[in-house]
């Protein structure tokens, strides 16, 4: 199974969109999704219209009770559209990085629950919070790949080496696999200056990293989200982009994120 | 002094970006303005070409410094182009959630620290993070009015339920005073669809207000800040919108913001 988180601390950069529509793709590709919600906003379940339990008898079990609770991650999955196998969360979990703060291996209880299911999805996916606290460093305990999605824009830049650090700290700390993938443009609009100047910015950078960096090897996608406003119609319907407008830019970007990644040209 | 707080815990939404701007249209209008940076991402500085001390011969001191060591304000404060006076912040004020966590009037630090400058301005603002702890409780205390910058979008409506609530709280507990101004439109672009039914649910929403509610009398700001790359390229700068590209949209529409705020044809 390849898992993948997708983080960044700067918040409304893409995440969740990248998350939800990267699932997407790779579902109608035929692979078997696994999609974690580990943000108490709760945005990736709500993007495909799961905001609540599946019936009126069952209580909304969410990824609070996985971490917290060590409920079966079976209990809690619930089924978008497209054979998508998602786990919710919703603002409870806010609560959860209190309550496990004196707790044994803490960082661990996310990769713990999902031990049991590698064999029965082929790629895991995890939209994170805007925060590098203890939800996110779960996250990136649990997964071998991370995405970052980046605006290109100078106040998003800032936060970069504090989140490349955190990656870094978790891979020599507990994830010795852990590793960037890369970096996604997102909301790109190639006709800026600005634009132009950070992609060029962050691939001078990503081509200078030292062996023993975690993002050595990285690379900046060439398939890069552009700015379109039905990637933030889709969720309003509770549909991934495929489903709401596949003929659109959003769809074929995404798309083509999924191909560089599970079909490269040049194995990463 | 009016003092006014910047929130929204959706990140990327333009707080900043607001604050910065509404602050330096107002200082071009003659008003005496400080700016408080209340998020650890310390953006509202950088924004302003504020990253460190003054000087090399002065450590950079920041508002963590004045709530967890109660260093006067003035020791703090420095001042950017505009004779703009800026509290700047950095990655320590991560820090002072978990260092004030058991101190008596925790929520206090910023109103009490602020408390000896209302004769010297006219106008506080302040930037808040993207979270509604207790950085962002300490500047609802500190404050008359609130500000909402939205992005209208689906996703970004989510939260709105919690924020005003979270207003509310405050309001009720420990700022009688407190009240909710208005709603701002960023990165708007009125030929979408999406951003037309969003004003029109928020502007019917505040309509139906009860008039014990935090956001009684609050308004959809006619001021809509429209998607602009200059506002994006200006922080790469160290400039507000007005030193950068004065003829810009950024900079028609944040002074309109500062018109309709300061001298309303409707006084609210
Ligand atoms: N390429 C795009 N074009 C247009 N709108 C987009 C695009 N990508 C995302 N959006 C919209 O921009 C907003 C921010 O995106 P999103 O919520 O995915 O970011 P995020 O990083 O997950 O935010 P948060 O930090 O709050 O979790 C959303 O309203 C989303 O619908
Ligand atoms: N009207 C606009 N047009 C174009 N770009 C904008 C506009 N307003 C803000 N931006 C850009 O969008 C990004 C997000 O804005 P900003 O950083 O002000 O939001 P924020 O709510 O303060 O984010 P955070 O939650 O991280 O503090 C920034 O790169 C900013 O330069
Ligand atoms: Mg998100
Ligand atoms: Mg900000």
């Known amino acids: 199974m390849r898992s993948i988180a997708i983080i960044n601390q700067k918040g409304g950069v893409g995440k969740t969109t990248t998350a939800v529509n990267l699932a997407a793709a790779l579902t109608r590709r035929g692979q078997r999704v696994m999609l974690v919600d580990m943000d108490p906003q709760g945005h990736a379940g709500l993007h495909?219209?799961?905001?609540?339990?599946?019936?009126e008898d069952t209580p909304f079990a969410t990824v609070y009770d996985v971490l917290v609770d060590r409920r079966p991650i079976a209990e809690v999955a619930q089924f978008a559209d497209e054979k998508l196998t998602i786990v919710p969360s919703d603002i409870h979990l806010v609560?959860?990085?209190?309550?496990?703060?004196?707790?044994?291996?803490?960082?661990h209880r996310l990769q713990e629950a999902l031990a049991p299911h590698h064999e029965?999805?082929?790629?895991?996916?995890?939209?994170?919070?805007?925060?590098?606290?203890?939800?996110?460093?779960?996250?990136l305990a649990a997964v071998r790949e991370v995405i970052i999605p980046l605006q290109p824009h100078f106040l998003a830049l800032q936060g970069l080496g504090k989140l490349l650090e955190t990656v870094t700290l978790v891979r020599d700390g507990i994830n010795p696999d852990l590793r960037i993938s890369g970096i996604l443009l997102?909301?790109?609009?190639?006709?800026t200056r600005l634009a132009q100047e950070v992609s060029q910015d962050i691939a001078g950078f990503l081509e200078s990293a030292e062996p023993d960096a975690a993002w050595y090897r990285a690379r900046l996608f060439n398939a890069r989200i552009r700015r379109n406003i039905k990637l933030a119609e889709s969720p309003s319907f509770g549909q991934s982009?495929?489903?709401y407008d596949p003929a659109s830019h959003g769809a074929e970007d995404y798309n083509e994120l999924a191909v560089e990644l599970f079909e490269p040209a040049d194995p990463v």
């Open 186 to 191: 997102c909301m790109y609009d190639r006709s």
């Open 48 to 55: 495909l219209g799961i905001d609540g339990a599946p019936d």
């Open 241 to 243: 982009i495929f489903q």
């Open 95 to 107: 609560g959860a990085e209190v309550e496990l703060a004196d707790q044994d291996r803490r960082e």
């Open 120 to 139: 029965n999805y082929d790629v895991l996916i995890i939209d994170c919070a805007p925060s590098l606290g203890l939800l996110t460093i779960n996250a």
